[in-house]
T-cell receptor, first 114, second 110 residues
Framework: DAGVIQSPRHEVTEMGQEVTLRCKPI?????LFWYRQTMMRGLELLIY????????DSGMPEDRFSAKMPNASFSTLKIQPSEPRDSAVYFC????????????FGSGTRLTVV | AQRVTQPEKLLSVFKGAPVELKCNYS??????LFWYVQYSRQRLQLLLR??SRESIKGFTADLNKGETSFHLKKPFAQEEDSAMYYC????????????FGTGTKLQVIP
């Protein structure tokens, strides 16, 4: 298994543009998490899914942020419109719900909004 | 509510010196605790879990329920240990909404 796969690795976009981040979890994992990492706030949980269903999106900062998981092998995090303060590294992680072996993280997407 | 506190943003030690990265937690139930490590510009990786009582790369961590702590220790620091370390807490079983601490940067001085 190639692990959790995120794309793109780097994204530079202009303020106001739509940004879509993608994640492919580990096959067989049924929980998926989106985190944002910044120097100021550390790791923040944005949203997590269990069996493709959003369980808790209380960490999503604004309506500009949305996330979907149309099937067990794919999730997207969309920011529309993007703002400079959205610049961060966005991590996706997956795990097997109910079994606390810990998360497996993707390599992250470094987003820069200019 | 669950909370994880890592009081030190930066910890600098000399190579060969002992290391202790502090972690305290707040949780009303019986938590599961983890340490994650992030080397420069890499993904976060699970380092160890308290339930497995394992030693990884010479690191150990003991859950102290009385002090609500889960400090990470290593007797002799190596240069390759330099990284960000995150303590994390999850409720036992069920959905894994893990709460991370703010992280401690460990700098091992040659």
């Amino acid at each position: 298994d190639a692990g959790v796969i995120q794309s793109p690795r780097h994204e530079v976009t202009e303020m106001g543009q739509e940004v879509t981040l993608r994640c492919k979890p580990i096959s067989g994992h049924n929980s998926l998490f989106w985190y944002r990492q910044t120097m100021m706030r550390g790791l923040e949980l944005l949203i997590y899914f269990n069996n493709n269903v959003p369980i808790d999106d209380s960490g999503m900062p604004e309506d500009r942020f949305s996330a979907k998981m149309p099937n067990a092998s794919f999730s997207t995090l969309k920011i529309q419109p993007s703002e400079p303060r959205d610049s961060a590294v966005y991590f996706c992680a997956s795990s097997l719900a109910g079994v606390n072996y810990g998360y497996t993280f993707g390599s992250g997407t470094r987003l820069t909004v200019v | 509510a669950q909370r994880v506190t890592q009081p030190e943003k930066l910890l600098s030690v000399f190579k060969g010196a002992p290391v202790e990265l502090k972690c305290n937690y707040s949780y009303s139930g019986s938590p599961e605790l983890f340490w994650y490590v992030q080397y420069s510009r890499q993904r976060l990786q699970l380092l160890l879990r308290h339930i497995s009582r394992e030693s990884i790369k010479g690191f150990t961590a003991d859950l102290n329920k009385g002090e609500t702590s889960f400090h990470l220790k290593k007797p002799f620091a190596q240069e390759e240990d330099s990284a960000m370390y995150y303590c994390a807490l999850a409720p036992s079983g069920g959905y894994q909404k893990v709460t991370f601490g703010t992280g401690t940067k460990l700098q091992v001085i040659p």
